[in-house]
């Protein structure tokens, strides 16, 4: 999920600090995070950081996990360990060799 969703705003609208007024200013910084507005911290003009609220950023964590969760490759979904391969329980089948029912007559 992009940034701008989960947060609900435009990355090029966000307020933008200079890294000197960003550290001479921090407090204000942290202020205008938490308050719900993420503010883009520069170097020589170029986006550096982005200070979020923490509100902010465990909203973006979860959707970042769900979102890595559903991606889950089966390789990655079969090495959890609460999944034992080695019972065989799991991979138990019958070892009849006719079938259980004979098949369906053909229509005539």
């Known amino acids: 999920m992009p940034l701008s969703t989960t947060l609900n705003l435009e990355y090029s609208a966000l307020p933008r600090w200079q890294l000197q007024d960003a550290?001479?200013?921090?407090?204000?910084?942290?202020?205008?995070?938490?308050?719900?507005t993420a503010q883009v911290v520069?170097?020589?003009?170029?986006?550096?950081?982005?200070?979020?609220?923490?509100?902010?950023?465990?909203?973006?964590?979860?959707a970042a996990t769900a979102?890595?969760?559903?991606?889950?490759?089966?390789?990655?979904?079969?090495?959890c360990p609460e999944l034992d391969l080695a019972d065989e329980a799991l991979f138990a089948r019958s070892r009849a060799t006719e079938p259980s029912e004979a098949p369906p007559e053909p229509a005539p």
Not at 23 to 36: D, H, I, M, P, T
Not at 70 to 79: D, E, I, P, Y
Request: hydrophobic share 50%; no cysteine; glycine share 6%.
């Open 23 to 36: 550290k001479n200013r921090f407090s204000a910084l942290v202020k205008a995070a938490a308050g719900g």
């Open 67 to 79: 979102s890595a969760v559903k991606k889950q490759s089966l390789s990655q979904a079969l090495s």
């Open 42 to 62: 520069t170097v020589h003009g170029v986006p550096a950081a982005v200070v979020l609220s923490a509100q902010a950023y465990e909203r973006l964590l979860a």
